[in-house]
T-cell receptor, first 115, second 113 residues
Framework: NAGVTQTPKFQVLKTGQSMTLQCAQDMNHNSMYWYRQDPGMGLRLIYYSASEGTTDKGEVPNGYNVSRLNKREFSLRLESAAPSQTSVYFC??????????????FGPGTRLTVL | SQQGEEDPQALSIQEGENATMNCSYKTSINNLQWYRQNSGRGLVHLILIRSNEREKHSGRLRVTLDTSKKSSSLLITASRAADTASYFCATIAGGTSYGKLTFGQGTILTVHP
């Protein structure tokens, strides 16, 4: 099993450009998440999807959109990139057991720089 | 805003010593989790403790939870150079915050051989 995979690993954008970060998991997990991590800080939740067909805002959703394409894939889109979105982006997934929260499995991250 | 605050921000010890990291949070929780992040990598789950548990062990890890003080500690015994990493606590708030992990800022642990 590959676990959680993310593409691309690195990306440089100019202000105003758009791009989509891709995430896929092969663990048959219902829930998927997008986080951003800024230098010297913990992760902050951008959006999450509790199950296929549903998405909800997290702590810092402004400037982002998401799509839960199917159970495996959850993409994050920046419509008009800004320097403040320079960060490392992590995707994660989890499989709650009997309605109780469980551990989350993280991808390797995408390092995004917006000039 | 981030719920968890970790202490210390950085910890430097010798191999074989114990490392203790503390985490405080602000609201009621369903569970508290600890993750490790090696430099430039994604996070790896270490241990989860539920709000009705007080202590949990996993190998060289010992986690305690004091809900009355809204705090948790992670103890790594007999540390190794390979334990060098950043350690984060993360909480899932009570009520309808299902799945929403809130992370602390992390403790950077350096274990010298």
């Amino acid at each position: 099993n590959a676990g959680v995979t993310q593409t691309p690993k690195f990306q440089v954008l100019k202000t105003g450009q758009s791009m989509t970060l891709q995430c896929a998991q092969d663990m048959n997990h219902n829930s998927m998440y997008w986080y951003r991590q800024d230098p010297g800080m913990g992760l902050r939740l951008i959006y999450y999807s509790a199950s296929e067909g549903t998405t909800d805002k997290g702590e810092v959703p402004n400037g982002y959109n998401v799509s839960r394409l199917n159970k495996r894939e959850f993409s994050l889109r920046l419509e008009s990139a800004a320097p403040s979105q320079t960060s490392v982006y992590f995707c994660a997934s989890s499989a709650p057991v009997r309605g109780r929260d469980n551990e989350q499995f993280f991808g390797p991250g995408t390092r995004l720089t917006v000039l | 805003s981030q719920q968890g605050e970790e202490d210390p921000q950085a910890l430097s010890i010798q191999e074989g010593e114990n490392a203790t990291m503390n985490c405080s949070y602000k609201t009621s929780i369903n569970n508290l989790q600890w993750y490790r992040q090696n430099s430039g990598r994604g996070l790896v789950h270490l241990i989860l403790i539920r709000s009705n548990e007080r202590e949990k062990h996993s190998g060289r890890l010992r986690v305690t939870l004091d809900t009355s003080k809204k705090s948790s500690s992670l103890l790594i015994t007999a540390s190794r150079a390979a334990d060098t990493a950043s350690y984060f606590c993360a909480t899932i708030a009570g009520g309808t915050s299902y799945g929403k992990l809130t992370f602390g800022q992390g403790t950077i642990l350096t274990v010298h051989p």
